[in-house]
Structures are given as structure tokens and as C-alpha cells.
């Protein structure tokens, strides 16, 4: 049936249809997060505690709800911004590798590696379990683990383009690993000298408990360069585990596709999508030790810019008012996984250094 005015609701793929029945083209809502991006490049600029992927979300959340721009969030813009909340969020994973290096990995030794994998292992397991037993909707237990245990925002953008989950279960999982990281920041530091962590263990108990690359060095930075190093190494190191972690999950969904349709076979998701063998690629390049300073300068900054656009998008799908139905769950659920990362992160610092 043909659209005869602008109130016509939306098109089969969902996308909202314009005046004259014209469906909305990704430049308009790409412009709108790389205006997003801006803003929050600012913020940082001003306000050097406020990581930059912090203040995208933030950002995307505000330009949802503030009467001049929801309009345009909701209409015109929404097929960029979902655009960028997956496809440029493929492209910042991918770019995340050529932070990571095998010698990084080695470096930290087999007793710090063994500990990295429990302290995922424990948290990415208790929550999902949790998250399902308090009743969350949809993927919203499994997104949640990830952030939590991997890597935050990139980790829970990546899972979900293997589950195919839902944007609004990605947009809450996303703005609630970001709160939790954004408060870690300010709390963590303070617990330091209580703890009676040397500025080394400091860094490694950072770099396994604080979600986002980005909010580690800010919470980390405050004990000096001996943690901020300890601190990202332990972070890298969990960053490592992203790939196993989405393959792994790849082959449960094809199990399942498998179970539901003998004939789906050819639509069921790669062992290795696209983007974690890109990643892998990038480790394995930047393992070389050929690529400049100057490259990788140029390519952090890149992969930081496009994972802010892409959060940007993500955060612009939260609907706050939805959220009042699971609001407390959620809240419950973070809270919880926290505390789980903390303090498993937290014996296992001991118990390795």
C-alpha cells in the first residue's frame, strides 16, 4: 500500500517514513553523531576526567529526550544513528587491536594471565546467571555480563551484532556498564590506601575491574605512570579475551539456528565474524612491532572517534521512561556484578603480586 501523508507510521525494515513517503538516508543521523562527537570531544577537552566515550553516551541519551532534537533522533536521523551504533562500532573493534600486542600479553606473566581469566570467567558467568534469575528481558543478562567482564561498551556492541539483539536491550546495557565505569573513576581512587595497594597493585586491580579502556587510564592516572601501565596491560589483557568470547557465542547461536531450522545453516552467524578476525589481524599486526608511533597515534585516535559516533547511536536509542518497568532490576544487576568484579579483581591482585 502506497504512503499517502507524514503521519505514515514505518517501512517493513522499521525505518520511519517521510512526507512524500521518502525513507530517511544514514547521512542525516551520521551527521548528527559526528556532531554528537564533537561536543563530546569538547567535554574532554574541558573536563579531562570525563572520558570522551563517557560523554558520547551521555550526549546520545540527552539528544533522545530534549525536546529539540527528539524529533529528529526519532525520525529523520534514526537509520544513521542505528547505522553508526553497528557499523562504525565493528570498525572501533577492529582498530582496538592495534592496542594489544602478544609480547603485552607475555609480558604479564602466566600468573596474571591465569588471574585475568578468572576474574572474566567469574564475573561474566555470576552476572549472566543473576541477570537471568532477577528476570531481565531479553539479552539484557547476557549484554550486561560482557560489558562487565571484557570490555565494556566495544565488548557489548560486539556481542550483540553475533545474538542479533535487540537495540533498546543494547542501549540499557550500554548506558549501565558506562554509569558503573564513570563511577569507578571517582570511587576506586579512594580506596587505595584502605585496601593498602601499592601503586602497581593499584594499577592491576584497575585494569581488571573497570570496564572501558578509556575510564581505566582515568581511574589509573591517579597513582602515577607505575599504575597507569600495570593498569593497561591487565585491561589489554582482558581485551584479549574478547575474540574467544564472541566465537564462542557464535557457535551457540548456530547451534541453536541449527535445532530451530535444518535448512537455516546458511544463515547462521560465522565462527569468526568479520570483525573479530579484523581484530586478530591488527593484533597480529601490531605484534610485528612494524607499524610507526606516528601510525598508531593516528589509528587510537580513529578508533576512539568512531567508538564515541557509535555510542553516540547507542545511547540516542535509551527511552528512560521504558526503562522505569526494569529500572530497579538493572540497577541491581550492576550493582551486584561490581561488586563481583571488584572483589574477585581484588584477591586475585594479591594473591599474583
Known amino acids: 500500500m502506497a504512503v499517502t501523508g507524514a503521519?505514515?507510521?514505518?517501512?517493513?525494515?522499521?525505518?520511519?517514513?517521510?512526507?512524500?513517503?521518502?525513507?530517511?538516508?544514514?547521512a542525516y543521523g551520521l551527521g548528527l553523531a559526528a556532531c554528537g562527537v564533537a561536543v563530546a570531544w569538547g567535554?574532554?577537552?574541558?573536563?579531562?576526567?570525563?572520558?570522551?566515550?563517557?560523554?558520547?553516551?551521555?550526549?546520545?541519551?540527552?539528544?533522545?529526550?530534549?525536546?529539540?532534537?527528539?524529533?529528529?533522533?526519532?525520525?529523520?536521523?534514526?537509520?544513521?544513528?542505528?547505522?553508526?551504533?553497528?557499523?562504525?562500532m565493528r570498525l572501533g573493534i577492529?582498530?582496538?587491536?592495534?592496542?594489544?600486542?602478544?609480547?603485552?600479553?607475555?609480558?604479564?606473566?602466566?600468573?596474571?594471565?591465569?588471574?585475568?581469566?578468572?576474574?572474566?570467567?567469574?564475573?561474566?558467568?555470576?552476572?549472566?546467571?543473576?541477570?537471568?534469575?532477577?528476570?531481565?528481558?531479553?539479552?539484557q543478562p547476557l549484554l550486561i555480563a560482557t560489558g562487565y567482564s571484557i570490555c565494556g561498551a566495544s565488548a557489548i556492541g560486539a556481542v550483540a551484532e553475533v545474538s542479533d539483539s535487540d537495540e533498546r536491550d543494547v542501549a540499557t546495557s550500554v548506558a549501565l556498564v558506562t554509569l558503573c565505569g564513570t563511577l569507578a573513576i571517582a570511587v576506586l581512587p579512594l580506596l587505595q590506601h584502605p585496601l593498602d595497594l601499592a601503586d602497581a597493585q593499584f594499577g592491576r586491580w584497575v585494569g581488571a575491574s573497570v570496564h572501558d579502556v578509556g575510564q581505566v587510564v582515568a581511574a589509573a592516572q591517579t597513582a602515577g605512570p607505575a599504575a597507569l601501565k600495570e593498569a593497561v596491560l591487565v585491561k589489554l589483557m582482558r581485551v584479549a579475551l574478547l575474540a574467544p568470547l564472541v566465537a564462542a557465542?557464535?557457535?551457540?547461536?548456530?547451534?541453536?539456528?541449527?535445532?530451530?531450522?535444518a535448512t537455516a545453516a546458511a544463515r547462521r552467524p560465522p565462527l569468526v565474524p568479520l570483525f573479530v578476525a579484523g581484530f586478530l589481524v591488527m593484533v597480529a599486526l601490531r605484534s610485528t612491532g612494524l607499524l610507526p608511533g606516528a601510525a598508531l597515534?593516528?589509528?587510537?585516535?580513529?578508533?576512539?572517534?568512531?567508538?564515541?559516533?557509535?555510542?553516540?547511536?547507542?545511547?540516542?536509542?535509551?527511552?528512560?521512561?521504558?526503562?522505569?518497568?526494569?529500572?530497579?532490576?538493572?540497577?541491581?544487576?550492576?550493582?551486584c556484578a561490581w561488586g563481583v568484579i571488584a572483589g574477585v579483581s581484588y584477591a586475585g591482585v594479591l594473591l599474583t603480586t
Open 7 to 26: 503521519r505514515a507510521a514505518h517501512t517493513a525494515t522499521g525505518a520511519p517514513v517521510l512526507p512524500q513517503g521518502r525513507i530517511p538516508v544514514p
Open 43 to 88: 567535554v574532554h577537552r574541558a573536563l579531562p576526567a570525563v572520558p570522551l566515550l563517557t560523554a558520547a553516551v551521555v550526549l546520545g541519551i540527552g539528544a533522545a529526550h530534549l525536546p529539540g532534537t527528539r524529533g529528529l533522533v526519532r525520525g529523520r536521523c534514526r537509520a544513521g544513528l542505528s547505522l553508526a551504533g553497528k557499523r562504525l
Open 94 to 139: 577492529v582498530l582496538l587491536g592495534l592496542k594489544l600486542s602478544l609480547d603485552d600479553v607475555l609480558g604479564l606473566g602466566w600468573a596474571t594471565v591465569a588471574m585475568v581469566f578468572c576474574v572474566v570467567a567469574a564475573t561474566f558467568g555470576g552476572t549472566w546467571w543473576l541477570g537471568r534469575r532477577m528476570g531481565l528481558r531479553g539479552d
Open 249 to 261: 557465542l557464535a557457535v551457540s547461536v548456530r547451534a541453536r539456528a541449527g535445532v530451530r531450522r
Open 297 to 335: 597515534d593516528a589509528a587510537a585516535t580513529g578508533q576512539e572517534l568512531l567508538l564515541a559516533a557509535a555510542l553516540f547511536g547507542l545511547g540516542s536509542a535509551v527511552h528512560l521512561p521504558s526503562l522505569t518497568r526494569t529500572g530497579a532490576r538493572v540497577a541491581a544487576l550492576g550493582l
